[in-house]
T-cell receptor, first 114, second 112 residues
């Protein structure tokens, strides 16, 4: 158990809909990363938050947005869903120790768009 | 800019054979290097990391990786694989505090 909790584990929804994925980082970790993992594109970095502020953006579509709340949990919002958005979405939190970042991943949310 | 390239998306190998999973990176600053493993239906977990010192790093489950600065590579190796090593392996680099970049992964399939 990594200590990172993602809910829900599975989500099935229709095209055009909007969903929210939730991530609770490990206690004390200030950073949250979101990744999308699909069969054809592998692991793609979406966005990184640190202590409530956006730090870096990757290949995140405009239809997607995220935020990190004061209690450090994070939500990834996906809207106007398309079939191609079906993927495994991972959240990771990280700790910096001696200048080295180690990431701890949740089990992921499997999103299926039908 | 920084990037991580995993040259092989899939690597099939017979049980007890050796394996090498390749990783090359690009960065204008010095980096720390990592390999993560994802077993079926699980999240990623740290396999090993290179910070400094000896260029040969040993990790869990008999894996090791060698850092080659001139070739900007960090290839992962195991002399004899087991069925239980079937998983997806991700190379990652860190270029600054909290700047972590992953490759797209290599799926290792061990054939009985």
């Amino acid at each position: 158990d990594s200590g990172v909790t993602q809910t829900p584990k599975h989500l099935i929804t229709a095209t055009g809909q909007r969903v929210t994925l939730r991530c609770s980082p490990r206690s004390g970790d200030l950073s949250v990363y979101w990744y999308q993992q699909s069969l054809d594109q592998g692991l793609q970095f979406l966005i990184h938050y640190y202590n409530g502020e956006e730090r870096a953006k990757g290949n995140i579509l405009e239809r997607f947005s995220a935020q990190q709340f004061p209690d450090l949990h994070s939500e990834l919002n996906l809207s106007s869903l398309e079939l191609g958005d079906s993927a495994l979405y991972f959240c990771a939190s990280s700790v910096v120790s001696g200048g080295v970042t180690e990431a701890f991943f949740g089990q992921g949310t499997r999103l299926t768009v039908v | 800019a920084q990037s991580v390239t995993q040259l092989d998306s899939q690597v099939p190998v017979f049980e007890e054979a050796p394996v090498e999973l390749r990783c090359n990176y690009s960065s204008s600053v010095s980096v720390y290097l990592f390999w993560y493993v994802q077993y079926p239906n699980q999240g990623l977990q740290l396999l090993l990391k290179y910070l400094s010192g000896s260029t040969l790093v040993k990790g869990i489950n008999g894996f090791e990786a060698e850092f080659n600065k001139s070739q900007t590579s960090f290839h992962l190796r195991k002399p004899s694989v087991h069925i239980s090593d079937t998983a997806e392996y991700f190379c990652a680099i860190q270029t600054g505090a909290n700047n972590l970049f992953f490759g797209t992964g290599t799926r290792l399939t061990v054939i009985p």
